[in-house]
């Protein structure tokens, strides 16, 4: 008999004759005790650990295990409870299809997260997990590893393209909704990775140290608020360390700060080849993932030694069981995944209409947009013919048509697959060939910048596509477009005063060139249909309304870290501590706020983005209370319809110069409409963290609407007592 034959009965201990209590089907935690309930100790541990359905034995090849879906963690059934396959899938961009291994299986690609983070649209955030998730489930996935939360907080992360931007209140709200809409399709969101996880350069070692009012203040609130909005079923902890203690084996991060301070139901999964010790068990990790890549499957017999010698408590081990059979049932992800067809086009229309809001206008001197202008427009290089780029690694889907090009740069130890920069098939020059019928449009690949710059200067306007392709496992060394061209760029835009520079990039990038082009666009990783977005945005059939979630330096002086050791590796044990160790002297002020704090000026600030049109703010009125609530006046001034980011800062706490972004909205507006639009402060940003907790100290609060942190216009001030707030 199946345990769903047993409800509404909840029994205490199984196998005893318990009291019983009436259970609700539909209440998550009372159906994981009683299921818990019924478990034997075998079934238990059997939760505890993901299987790689690869074998890896040392001096033989790696092959497929039968009978196992491929893809990157499973935990079998325990057909006996109810309890389905626990099959897991990479990631936020998408569901991926590891090393292609799964032939001919084909997924949507979204944009990079950083697309996301720049539409600043909670709403778009929750319709794009909404659909992966919905990919995932009809693939038969029921955990879907995604999305990441990690502040970006140095420029040169190989994995920020994965990330939401280097503001906490940002990437909370939208990592949130990225995950409420994941779960809304039957599938666990696994929110990652936890914490301080800022660079790929010694990942599995490195020793990432803040205060931690400092932390409390920045990454882990971004994780706070979207585990608050979005309720996702786990955690995934990181490879490094924190303070000392890797980030699954750490206490103060895991019992305390989540499970305890949080209240957090769900359970908390390694990453992959992250254990080290069965010791993690009791700081607070719940399951190993993929665990034949650790050197031991510690969570299964290590583990079972440790229970069996009392060093693992009974209660311990039902907690990590319930909080996994809670978060299957809390999301319907205990019913097994119907493999059903997938609606690609329809798809395709979400990762299109993302792209398109993310697209950020970064300077603009009359030359966009291109419609109702014929003319004859070069198009040069980043492989604008074929696709468009995107990022590599775990979160690498295979785009729905295949691969337009593969740029080799490796062969993958582990399935001996070859491995490179992916371009999506979504090629820019034919969409501008149809948004803009009446124009002459050719291509040149940019490879020989003379032969370029001459067609250019032949050309009524010039459109150079830069790519900066970046990776899991890889840093960039510098900020610089690599393979010469900027040096293209500079010889395009000398040959023609109407040079347009898309760039296709994971993090900002220098642009020594920028006084000579008349336009530039950063359209990220542009998904599936990018080049049909980025079209739209050029030609003008789509007003611009993305701002940046991520400050472009000016230099590579300003950012707060130098150059990082041992580029290139992922593992530093050979190193020393100190080598080992990363110390961040911005501490909360992470991004934009470090820039204020030191009176750095950007190329391009935090929450800056160009529209074909204008917009005014104002005035300003503040009412305060628990929170700060904000009120004032929109207007579109243009001659265009449009969408606004409406940006709220907090420039002044009590009397200590700050600056963060404390409220945000998004609205679209017809020429010469006004609209009222009111936003609630998140109290904590208004808070400092102390050894108590959060504290609004009592005094005086300067908040300015601005179109970006440095573009700032009305000011207003608040009066506020002191109020303490729940950690």
């Known amino acids: 008999m199946k345990l769903a034959q047993l409800f509404p009965v909840v029994l205490l201990c199984a196998g005893s004759a318990a009291a019983a209590a009436p259970a609700d089907p539909a209440d998550p935690d009372r159906r994981a005790a009683a299921t818990e309930a019924w478990m034997t100790d075998a079934e238990r541990f059997h939760l505890l650990h993901s299987h790689l359905p690869i074998t890896i034995e040392p001096g033989k090849p790696s092959r497929l295990i039968p009978g196992m879906p491929i893809t990157p963690g499973v935990v079998t059934a325990i057909e006996r409870l109810g309890i389905p396959v626990i099959a897991e899938s990479d990631a936020s961009l998408g569901v991926v299809n590891p090393f292609q291994l799964r032939e001919g299986d084909v997924a949507t690609a979204l944009p990079s997260s950083l697309a996301l983070a720049a539409s ?420 003008g059939t789509v007003n611009p309304s993305g701002r940046l979630p991520i400050t472009f330096p000016a230099s590579e002086e300003q950012n707060p870290r130098g150059p990082l050791p041992a580029l290139g590796e992922e593992d530093g044990s050979r190193l020393s501590a100190a080598e080992n160790t990363a110390q961040y002297p911005e501490g909360a002020d992470a991004g934009y706020r470090w820039f204020a704090a030191h009176g750095h000026q950007p190329l391009f600030p935090f929450g800056h983005g160009l529209s074909y049109t204008r917009f005014e703010h104002g005035p300003l009125t503040l009412h305060g209370g628990d929170t700060v609530n904000a009120s004032f006046t929109v207007r579109n001034i243009g001659e265009r319809e449009g969408q606004d980011v409406a940006q709220l800062y907090l420039l002044n706490a009590a009397g200590e110069k700050v600056e963060r972004l404390a409220a945000f909205g998004k609205l679209d507006l017809q020429p010469g409409e006004s609209r009222e639009l009111n936003l609630n402060v998140e109290p904590r940003l208004l808070a400092d963290w102390d050894r108590h907790g959060w504290l609004i100290k009592a005094g005086e609060y300067q908040f300015a609407l601005g179109e970006s942190a440095r573009g700032l216009g009305p000011v207003a001030t608040v009066k506020l007592g002191e109020r303490r707030l729940p950690p």
């Open 120 to 539: 600043f649209d909670p709403a778009l955030a929750y319709r794009s997990g909404a659909m992966i998730g919905g990919e995932a489930h009809a693939k038969g996935f029921n955990v879907l590893l995604g999305p990441g939360v990690n502040l970006t907080r140095d420029p040169r992360n190989g994995r920020n393209f994965e990330y939401l931007g280097e503001d906490p209140l940002l990437a909370g709200i939208l990592g949130g909704e990225a995950s409420r809409g994941i779960q809304s399709a039957g599938v666990v969101s696994a929110i990652k990775h936890f914490v301080l996880n800022d660079q790929e350069t010694l990942r599995r070692t490195l020793d990432a140290r803040m205060e931690e009012a400092a932390l409390r203040e920045s990454d882990l609130l971004a994780f706070e608020i979207a585990i608050e909005r979005g309720q996702p079923g786990a955690v995934m902890c990181a490879y490094n360390q924190v303070n000392g203690h890797y980030a699954c084996d750490n206490d103060f991060l895991l019992n305390q700060v989540l499970k305890r301070d949080w209240s957090y139901k769900g359970w908390v999964m390694s990453d992959w080849a992250a254990v080290h010790d069965v010791s993690y068990f009791n700081a607070g990790l719940d399951q190993q993932s993929g665990a034949e890549l650790d050197k031991k499957v510690w969570l299964d017999q290590p583990l079972k030694d440790e229970y069996a010698a009392g060093r693992v408590s009974k209660e311990r081990l039902s907690e990590a069981v319930r909080r996994i059979l809670r978060s299957l049932y809390a999301v319907g992800a205990d019913r097994p995944p119907l493999k059903t067809p997938i609606d690609y086009d329809a798809d395709g229309k979400v990762a299109q209409a993302e792209e398109a809001a993310g697209i950020v206008l970064l300077k603009n001197q009359g030359v966009l947009p291109l419609a109702g202008k014929p003319q004859s427009i070069l198009v040069i290089g980043g492989y604008a013919i074929a696709g468009v780029m995107s990022g590599g690694g775990s979160s690498q889907v295979t785009p729905v048509g295949g691969e337009a090009a593969i740029i080799l740069n490796d062969v993958h130890p582990l399935v001996k697959r070859p491995v490179g920069q992916l371009i999506v098939p979504s090629s820019p020059v034919q969409a501008l060939k149809d948004a803009l019928p009446g124009a002459s449009i050719s291509f040149d690949s940019g490879y020989d910048s003379d032969e370029a710059a001459a067609r250019a200067a032949r050309a009524d306007v010039a459109i150079v596509f830069a790519t900066k392709w970046q990776t899991e496992g890889r840093d960039a060394g510098k900020l610089s477009l690599p393979g010469g061209q900027d040096e293209l760029i500079q010889a395009v835009a000398k040959a023609n005063p109407r040079t347009v520079v898309v760039l296709e990039t994971g993090n900002p990038v220098l642009m020594p060139w920028l006084a000579d082009a008349k336009a530039v666009v950063e359209a990220w990783y542009p998904g599936q249909k990018g080049g049909e977005a980025i079209a739209a945005v050029l030609s």
